[in-house]
């Protein structure tokens, strides 16, 4: 940079200044070392306030205001604005999905039932009042009937009960309680469990669980049954069951005697008195005031369940010694097992 005498700078006019390109000294340090030679004092800034009597809500038009709003702006975090239109469409589908008729129309397993909506929905903890609640999605048929993929030949015993409490006929009422199990309808399980035939069902089961083999020896029935007849080529197959209450039949006279001999027994004689008779199956002892008639009758009501046919007759007894001149005495009945 060029130096001036102090006679050019006298005359009032400021020289030309000129800059090297090369100097790394920026522009702003080459005008404050040039005021300290010509001990000049700092032209101090002037600042610009503008009053302005528009309101709050009323944007400014200088560009000072508009550059510092921008400024502004630019510093505070962007917040993406909701989408409202998105929030209708999505309370819409919501709306529409648990929207139905007020009258229903069904298909069950092919049967074409129409009920109302209230009628399903009539207890809130069913898997019906569950389908029906718009949480679920249902499948039509090609008629636009809500399909249920289940037998209907009872639903129709279900829907009289939700509408009035009505009970099926004593004869369809097993059916009903296994549908009811199904659509889990409590009230309903209830009554039926109430009505015959399932209150004697619970009776009858009540004894049966005083012999926690029988459903086994059920099984060992069928299966040596079936295993004769085809060994035989025969259509029907004969086996020997004993059914005893008691560890021994005696008579009155009898029974002073026996209870001794069965609390004052040795090891070897308690072996004679729990023999196994020479049968197939052997069912018993139990305590309970149902007879060995009783028990015959479970036995062949339980086989005819299962759609096989069975007969049964008194052969005889066990004529086994068991000690002293006590015999075993129990009773041993043939089953006759009718495959065709």
């Not at 920026?26 to 101090?44: C, D, I, K, W, Y």
């Not at 999905?97 to 809130?124: A, C, H, K, M, Q």
């Not at 889990?184 to 039926?192: E, K, T």
């Not at 007849?229 to 004993?242: E, V």
């Amino acid at each position: 940079m060029q130096q001036y005498g102090s006679d050019e700078a006298s005359n009032g006019e400021r020289p030309p200044v000129s800059f090297n390109i090369s100097s790394p000294l920026p522009v702003a340090t080459s005008r404050v070392r040039r005021f300290a030679q010509e001990r000049r004092a700092l032209p101090q800034p002037r600042v610009m306030v503008v009053f302005s009597a528009a309101s709050e809500t009323d944007k400014p038009a200088d560009a000072m205001s508009s550059s510092d709003s921008a400024e502004d702006d630019f510093r505070k975090p962007a917040t993406p604005a909701p989408n409202l239109n998105l929030g209708k469409s999505l309370r819409s589908t919501l709306n529409a999905s648990e929207e139905f008729p007020e009258v229903i129309p069904l298909n069950v397993g092919g049967t074409n039932f129409t009920t109302r909506l209230s009628t399903l929905r009539r207890y809130d903890d069913t898997m019906l009042a569950a389908m029906f609640s718009g949480r679920h999605h249902i499948p039509r048929d090609a008629e636009g009937r809500f399909f249920i993929d289940r037998d209907g030949a009872y639903f129709g015993d279900i829907l009289n009960f939700l509408r009035e409490g009505e009970l099926p006929q004593r004869d369809r009422v097993r059916a009903v309680h296994r549908e009811a199990q199904y659509y889990a309808i409590g009230p309903l399980l209830d009554s039926l469990e109430d009505a015959q035939p399932l209150t004697g069902e619970r009776v009858r089961q009540s004894f049966l669980d005083l012999m926690p083999y029988y459903k086994d020896n059920l099984e060992r029935i069928v299966e040596i049954a079936k295993l004769r007849a085809m060994q035989r080529k025969a259509r029907f197959a004969k086996l020997k069951i004993c059914v005893y209450k008691e560890e021994m039949p005696i008579t009155p006279y009898e029974r002073p005697l026996f209870n001794s001999l069965r609390f004052e027994r040795t090891e070897s004689e308690a072996k004679l008195f729990e023999h196994h008779c020479e049968v197939d199956v052997s069912f018993g002892p139990w305590e309970a005031v149902a007879d060995v008639y009783d028990l015959l009758h479970c036995i062949v009501s339980d086989l005819a369940e299962r759609g096989i046919t069975a007969d049964q007759q008194c052969i005889g007894v066990c004529d086994k010694h068991l000690i002293n001149h006590y015999y075993c005495k129990r009773p041993i009945y043939e089953f006759k097992i009718t495959w065709w």
